[in-house]
């Protein structure tokens, strides 16, 4: 593993997809990070292996990982698929321990890599579907669980990319336009219509599905 030379905005690496608690590419990370200072330069995903460890090992990584300012990107759809596999009883949900990222106020995303391909053949990529996904996988059930998801899918990925994505008089606005009542609402019901908005134009536009039920049509 190399990290790019200097000038280079920043590094994403692919750590740790592994149910073996032994598997710990993120040390090496972390101490290379430390010595060529790519700190807020730096992310790392998947990270699943630190599940699979003690608490304690698990905690001081993240620990360093917060100090040395490294990222964290989870990518719950393909770790669910993936990992845990071989185990016989008390199967892993193979996600990294998302929670305690969390509680320690690291900076974590919610992402999608593998999407239609032989390792992970389903999934189109959209972040509302991944955000459900892992609030399944982590248990993040309370509002304030929810709101860190919207999170996790907007701020805390511009944060990783050095942005900002505050809409403001005079700024540049690129967004996704979801009609819903609230945060509980858009995850619960995901609904379909999507508007993109990018460089001052409406790029694409997804419809609404309606489904209309005639009478006599019933299905058991």
Known sequence: MRLPLPGIFSSTLHADEQDDPEVRSICHIIKQVKKYNYQKKTTAGHLCSLSA??????FSIIDEMIQEQIYAVTLPA???C???RDDKKNVRRGTTRVTSFLEKEAVIAVGSDN????FHPFGDGDML?????AAYANHLTSQKDISRLFQMITTKPAEIFGQTNHIQEGEKADFVLIEGKGEVELLSVQPGGRKVYRNSRWVSERQETVSVWKKGNIYA
């Open 78 to 80: 393909a770790n669910l």
């Open 115 to 118: 999407v239609n391909d032989p």
């Open 82 to 84: 993936l990992q845990g």
């Open 129 to 133: 579907l991944t955000a459900l996904v």
């Open 53 to 58: 460890m003690e608490e304690e090992a698990a």
